[in-house]
């Protein structure tokens, strides 16, 4: 974590943009959120008086909430773009100064496949946990947290689901990131390997072609080619676990509140568009799980590339120039 928010440092201008996209992010939640109250009105009220004037009313709202929503979504888009690629930008420029001041045995620490590596994917790892993972890492929280309040506001009875199944959910997810964490790193240095093979035959093809040495060379990749498919296959084949685990949760919930629900509008202590508006703030707090769940593992992915990053910038340069030393040639 350390060597993230150091590279976060490296946001400069483009901190702005962070901050205005996290404030528009709260924006088009907060729309979200007040839809299912108007939806429940609409029903509770519009539907079982008939009153069609009422209903258009509230629908008329409800468009409102959707469109603003949609507008501020847009505008984050936007400015989570600048900030993302504008930070990437800035890292990679860094990197690339940092190895010009190299000495050769500074050099020798670091293959150049790997150089490579930590200068255009490790930092798209990091580009796509803003531009893909900042809108649910702010909009997560924020939903799960409304999106409970305004349940237990609606039905503190139904609201106990939460309770019971966000536990479950959140130890799941957590088995998952534990396992998943320390393969990534795993990952990105087969990808290391990878490219230092093709960089090798690339650069000596013609010594390959002399000795004929072309099946050998093919061999030699396919073998890494195959380390790099497994461990992928490895690391997403438990990644993707979060995905089945949400749905669970979720449609036990949802079943859940069907009964108990249900048994109250037979009861008549819940009215139908109630129980409507509730299930929309069950959809939406198990979706803002379900993003937090995305979240950690987009971080999980790009601590391992911030950490290789790190280490080229924290190498520690061997050449100096001396002091009282010529700086011009006559």
């Known amino acids: 974590m350390a060597d993230l928010k150091r590279l976060l440092r490296y946001m400069g201008p483009y901190r702005k943009d962070m901050v205005i996209g996290a404030l528009l992010i709260v924006v088009e939640t907060a729309f979200e959120l007040f839809i299912p109250l108007l939806m429940a009105d609409l029903i509770d009220v519009g539907v079982a008086s008939h009153d069609t004037a009422y209903i258009l009313h509230k629908g008329i709202q409800m468009g409102i909430c959707a469109l603003f929503s949609l507008i501020t979504g847009l505008m984050y888009a936007r400015f989570a773009a600048r900030a993302s690629f504008g930070w990437g930008a ?7 100064e940092r190895v010009q001041d190299y000495a050769f045995s500074n050099l020798d620490h670091f293959e ?23 809108r649910p890492m702010v909009r997560g929280p924020v939903m799960l947290i409304m999106g409970v309040i305004l349940s237990f506001w609606m039905n503190p009875q139904l609201a106990l689901v939460f309770v019971v199944g966000t536990p479950i959910l959140g130890v799941i997810l957590f088995l998952i990131l534990h396992k998943v964490a320390p393969m990534y790193g795993i990952m990105q240095k ?16 013609r010594a390959v072609k002399a000795f004929v040495r072309d099946e050998y060379e093919e061999e030699k990749f396919q073998q890494v080619n195959e ?14 676990l979060n995905l089945p685990a949400f749905q669970f949760i979720m449609y036990l919930s949802i079943v859940l509140i069907m009964w108990f629900g249900g048994n109250m509008i037979l009861s008549s202590h819940l009215q139908v568009g109630d129980l409507t508006g509730f299930l929309s703030y069950v959809f939406q707090v198990m979706n803002s799980l379900m ?9 999980t992915r790009s601590l391992a590339s911030a ?24």
């Open 190 to 205: 087969a990808v290391d390997r990878l490219n230092n093979v093709v960089q090798e035959g690339l650069t000596a093809i």
């Open 112 to 134: 150049t496949s790997s150089l490579v590596t930590r200068m255009t994917p490790d930092v798209t790892v990091l580009q796509n946990a803003i531009n893909g993972g900042f």
């Open 90 to 96: 800035r890292i990679r420029e860094a990197q690339y």
């Open 227 to 240: 380390v790099l498919m497994d461990t992928t296959q490895k690391t997403f084949h438990y990644a993707v």
């Open 291 to 299: 993003m937090i769940s995305n979240v950690f593992l987009l971080l």
């Open 307 to 330: 950490h290789r990053i790190g280490e080229v910038l924290d190498e520690r340069v061997d050449l100096s120039s001396p002091q009282g030393g010529a700086t011009e040639v006559a």
